[in-house]
C-alpha cells in the first residue's frame, strides 16, 4: 500500500532532478561559449593589435557599453546595441583571424601574380 500511494512523490523527484541536471548542462555550455569567445577576441587583439576594422569593433562595443552602464541600462535600445556589438565584434575577430591565418594559402610570389592578374606581361614579346 506504500507503493500505491506515493508513486506520484517519485516521479515529481526523478523530473525535478532530470530538470537540474539539464539547467547545469545548459550553464555550463553557456560558460564554455563565452570563455571561447572571450579567447577567440583576446587573442585576436593580441595578435593583430593594429586591425583597424578589430580596434573599431572594440571601440564600438565599449562606447555602447558605457553609455548602458551610465544611464543604468533604461533604454532598451543600448541593451540591443551592446548585444549587437558583442556579436559584431566576435565576427570581426573572427574575420581578422581567417584573414591573416596562412595555412591554406598560396604563397605570394610575382610569378603568381602576373599569371593571375595579367596572363601574360605587357611588357613581354608579343
Not at 13 to 38: D, E, F, H, K, Q
Not at 48 to 62: E, T
Amino acid at each position: 500500500m506504500y507503493g500505491y500511494c506515493c508513486w506520484h512523490d517519485r516521479l515529481s523527484v526523478t523530473w525535478a532532478g532530470a530538470a537540474l541536471v539539464l539547467v547545469i548542462a545548459m550553464l555550463l555550455a553557456i560558460v564554455w561559449i563565452i570563455v571561447r569567445a572571450a579567447n577567440l577576441v583576446l587573442r585576436v587583439l593580441v595578435a593583430h593589435p593594429q586591425s583597424k576594422p578589430l580596434l573599431a569593433a572594440f571601440a564600438f562595443l565599449v562606447l555602447a557599453l558605457l553609455a548602458a552602464v551610465f544611464t543604468d541600462w533604461q533604454h532598451d535600445w543600448l541593451t540591443v546595441a551592446v548585444a549587437l556589438s558583442v556579436g559584431v565584434l566576435l565576427l570581426v575577430a573572427r574575420g581578422v583571424e581567417l584573414y591573416h591565418d596562412e595555412l591554406f594559402q598560396r604563397p605570394r610570389t610575382r610569378e603568381v601574380f602576373v599569371h593571375e592578374v595579367l596572363h601574360e606581361p605587357w611588357w613581354g614579346p608579343v
